[in-house]
T-cell receptor, first 116, second 112 residues
Framework: AQKITQTQPGMFVQEKEAVTLDCTYD???????LFWYKQPSSGEMIFLIY??????QNATEGRYSLNFQKARKSANLVISASQLGDSAMYFCAMRGETGGGNKLTFGTGTQLKVEL | DAGITQSPRHKVTETGTPVTLRCHQTENHRYMYWYRQDPGHGLRLIHYSYGVKDTDKGEVSDGYSVSRSKTEDFLLTLESATSSQTSVYFC???????????FGDGTRLSIL
C-alpha cells in the first residue's frame, strides 16, 4: 500500500525567507508520481508542482521547487522568497501505478504561516 | 482554471436521507474522482471514473455509490446519510494518468 507522511503539522516562516516542507513516501511501485497542492483558507485545492519517479532533474515552478531524493523516499517542497499569500495548508500526494486510474494518496498536510 | 463545478456548495440534511452531489466538467477529461476531506486525514479517495459508465472504488467507498452516464457529469450518492459522512467533498478531474488532477471548489456536507 502507498503511504505519504508529512511530519510537520505547522510551520512558521518570515516573509522573504525560504521554507522547506517535508514529505516522505512509501510505495512498492517502480513508477510513481509526486504532487504538491496548496489549500488556502478559502478551501480550494491548487496544484503546485509534479515530480515523476524517473525524472532526472528536480521539478521547479516559479518560486516552488521539489527536492526529490529517491533513495531516501523524500519529496520536499521548497518555497523561496515566501510571501504572505503563501500562508495555507500544503498537501503532498503520490500517484502509483498499481490499480491504475491515476489515484492519489494524500498526506495529512502542513499548515504554513508566513509572518512579517 | 479548470472548468469544474460542484453542486450544491453547501448542504445540511438529516441522518437517513439520500443525498446526491454533482460534479460537472467542461474540459472533456476522461478521469473523474470524488474525495472527502476530514481533519487529520488529508483527502481520501471515495470513487473514481475512467470513462463513461466505468467506475471503481477508492479507499473509503463504503456507504457511497457513483454514476457517470456522460463524460461531463460524475454523481456521488449517499443512499442513507450518516453523521460520519459529514465532511467536505471534492471532485477532481484529469486528462490522463500522467497529468495532475485539478479540483473543484468542494461541497460542505453536514448530516445532523
Amino acid at each position: 500500500a502507498q503511504k505519504i507522511t508529512q511530519t510537520q503539522p505547522g510551520m512558521f516562516v518570515q516573509e522573504k525567507e525560504a521554507v522547506t516542507l517535508d514529505c516522505t513516501y512509501d510505495t512498492s511501485d517502480p513508477s510513481y508520481g509526486l504532487f504538491w497542492y496548496k489549500q488556502p483558507s478559502s478551501g480550494e485545492m491548487i496544484f503546485l508542482i509534479y515530480q515523476g519517479s524517473y525524472d532526472q532533474q528536480n521539478a521547479t515552478e516559479g518560486r516552488y521547487s521539489l527536492n526529490f531524493q529517491k533513495a531516501r523516499k523524500s519529496a520536499n517542497l521548497v518555497i523561496s522568497a515566501s510571501q504572505l499569500g503563501d500562508s495555507a495548508m500544503y498537501f503532498c500526494a503520490m500517484r502509483g501505478e498499481t490499480g491504475g486510474g491515476n489515484k492519489l494518496t494524500f498526506g495529512t498536510g502542513t499548515q504554513l504561516k508566513v509572518e512579517l | 482554471d479548470a472548468g469544474i463545478t460542484q453542486s450544491p456548495r453547501h448542504k445540511v440534511t438529516e441522518t437517513g436521507t439520500p443525498v446526491t452531489l454533482r460534479c460537472h466538467q467542461t474540459e472533456n477529461h476522461r478521469y473523474m474522482y470524488w474525495y472527502r476531506q476530514d481533519p487529520g486525514h488529508g483527502l481520501r479517495l471515495i470513487h473514481y471514473s475512467y470513462g463513461v459508465k466505468d467506475t471503481d472504488k477508492g479507499e473509503v467507498s463504503d456507504g457511497y455509490s457513483v454514476s457517470r452516464s456522460k463524460t461531463e457529469d460524475f454523481l456521488l450518492t449517499l443512499e442513507s446519510a450518516t453523521s460520519s459522512q459529514t465532511s467536505v467533498y471534492f471532485c477532481a478531474i484529469s486528462e490522463s494518468t500522467e497529468q495532475p488532477q485539478h479540483f473543484g471548489d468542494g461541497t460542505r456536507l453536514s448530516i445532523l
